[in-house]
């Protein structure tokens, strides 16, 4: 049997299996340069976020995902060419290739990002703090918009340990964008990012 699962086709297929609603609050779609920060609780966050995303955004948008995970059987690694998916090393970090650098080199001048501080998936109820990541990446390149995004239900569409979605829907909600403000210590700004996010889910 033969698979042909390119990008087109696996956002349609999200949008069939989570039913997301996609809502922009203060903030719109544009092919400038950001990082779209989420919320974190289920391995197909990204796909989501990614599909819900229009086309023209979509193609110059790359998800960041945990190479360990990925990077395993031929099935993921397909699915993860054809997201165009940055793959992050988190076991072997080397301070001349951290993931923050790592990133940087792969969006370049054109492509936008989509990141999940948490760095790990929260039980659905609550954001775990967020890791000091999207701190350097705003610290280093401070051009870049840096987009909240909360996705709601996907817990339930797909909860920990299993592998086959539940059609259900499920929310995806954009937010208005945050700068790292000017001499802006990092554990304020982790907090006001994830307090950002967290603002969403009662929208």
Not at 96 to 115: C, F, N, Q, T, W
Not at 174 to 200: C, D, H, M, Q, Y
């Amino acid at each position: 049997m033969k698979f042909n699962f390119t990008g087109p086709f696996l956002a349609g297929l999200a949008k069939v299996v989570a039913g997301s609603s996609v809502r922009w609050v203060d903030c719109h779609p544009d092919t400038c340069q950001r990082i779209y920060f989420a919320n974190h609780t289920s391995h197909i966050d990204a796909v989501i976020i990614w599909a819900s995303l229009p086309k023209h955004c979509r193609e110059l948008t790359k998800p960041v995902a945990a190479k360990d995970y990925w990077d395993r059987g031929w099935f993921r690694r397909y699915l993860a060419r054809s997201l165009n998916a940055m793959l992050i090393d988190r076991e072997n970090i080397k301070v001349h290739r951290s993931p923050v650098e790592s990133m940087l080199k792969e969006i370049g001048d054109k492509y936008s990002a989509i990141i999940f501080p948490e760095g790990s998936r929260n039980d659905g109820t609550n954001l775990r703090e967020f890791k000091s990541g999207l701190f350097y990446l705003a610290k280093k390149r401070p051009d870049l918009e840096l987009v909240p995004v909360y996705v709601d239900n996907m817990t339930r569409i797909l909860p920990k340990g299993e592998y086959l979605p539940v059609p259900l829907l499920s929310r995806v909600i954009f937010g208005p964008p945050i700068w790292l403000e000017n001499g802006e210590p990092k554990t304020e700004f982790l907090v006001r990012a994830r307090e950002a996010v967290s603002r969403l889910r009662d929208v």
